[in-house]
């Protein structure tokens, strides 16, 4: 990569952001579609996120992305969000237009994504999601989207879970509810999909629901922590034969589409593989 004075900076805002993939993803896109960026991350306090927003006019920036906790918070300091993000409540995907702040999310479209790539389709699923954060705002209405029938979201607090189904009911014919109860074996009995969306496992042997349960033999259990790549969640649902999806299928998906807003270019499939295979090299 040569760096000079026409580089342009792209930065991922956030806390912790230290074992992010990010800059590997974006850094080979540039480096592939001749494009003269570099990457970095930056860990941001929340007392100086809007300092943070500020900064990418300041510099310059072609954009950022923004991972936990911000993505609710940060667009308090965007100029505008698009339809989609305005509708979900959060922003992982900041574009700077001629000085003009404007979010975007892609989480959900590239959660989405990594399941009609592997064949899935959602229409008419049932689907419970464990977490209430920006991440779950994403991957509901998407799902929404995508007509799944019934959406349930499993937290332990109740404001932000009642906000995201009440944007759901409100705006899709997907019917959504919440619970804040611990998930038992008789709840995954009436779902097709279950979704962590929380940051429990990453990095850690934690598991956001208890590991003894036996669940029902066609549940899609999909994680979207990336570290480690086979999560407790995601290893007690192979070793009940379930089928699973990664969350680096997600990272690399939201990533691509993300680097698509900044360049206005398409990615491709073999992006995807490609990158993938850099994510597991690096774990080697």
């Given at each position: ?11 991922l805002f956030g806390q912790p ?82 000085n003009e702040l404007i979010g975007y999310n892609t ?178």
């Amino acid at each position: 990569m040569n760096i000079n004075s026409n580089t342009k900076l792209i930065g991922l805002f956030g806390q912790p952001i230290s074992q992010s993939f990010s800059p590997s993803i974006h850094n080979y896109l540039s480096k592939k579609y001749k494009k003269n960026n570099i990457y970095m991350c930056f860990e941001i306090e929340k007392t100086n996120l809007q300092n943070a927003a500020q900064g990418i006019k300041v510099f310059n920036m072609k954009g950022c992305n923004v991972t936990i906790p911000y993505k609710v918070d940060i667009i308090s300091y965007l100029d505008k969000i698009d339809r989609n993000a305005q509708l979900i409540g959060a922003v992982n995907t900041i574009k700077n237009d001629n000085n003009e702040l404007i979010g975007y999310n892609t989480d959900g479209m590239g959660f989405i994504k990594s399941l009609t790539d592997e064949g899935y389709d959602l229409k008419d699923k049932k689907v419970m999601i464990l977490g209430a954060g920006g991440a779950c705002r994403g991957i509901a209405v998407e799902l929404a989207n995508q007509q799944v029938s019934y959406i349930e979201i499993r937290n332990r607090s109740e404001e932000n879970a009642k906000k995201i189904c009440h944007v759901v009911n409100n705006n899709f014919a997907s019917k959504t509810d919440y619970n804040m109860k611990p998930v038992t074996e008789d709840d995954l009995k009436d779902f097709d999909i279950l979704i962590n969306t929380t940051p429990v496992g990453m990095g850690s042997k934690d598991c956001p629901i208890d590991t003894n349960i036996n669940p029902p033999k066609n549940l899609l259990v999909c994680d979207i922590v990336y570290k480690p790549h086979e999560t407790t969640l995601l290893s007690w649902a192979k070793k009940n034969n379930l089928n699973v999806i990664y969350g680096i299928n997600m990272l690399i998906n939201q990533g691509l589409l993300a680097y698509e807003i900044w360049e206005n270019i398409k990615t491709s499939y073999d992006d995807f593989e490609e990158i993938k295979n850099i994510y597991f090299n690096s774990l080697k």
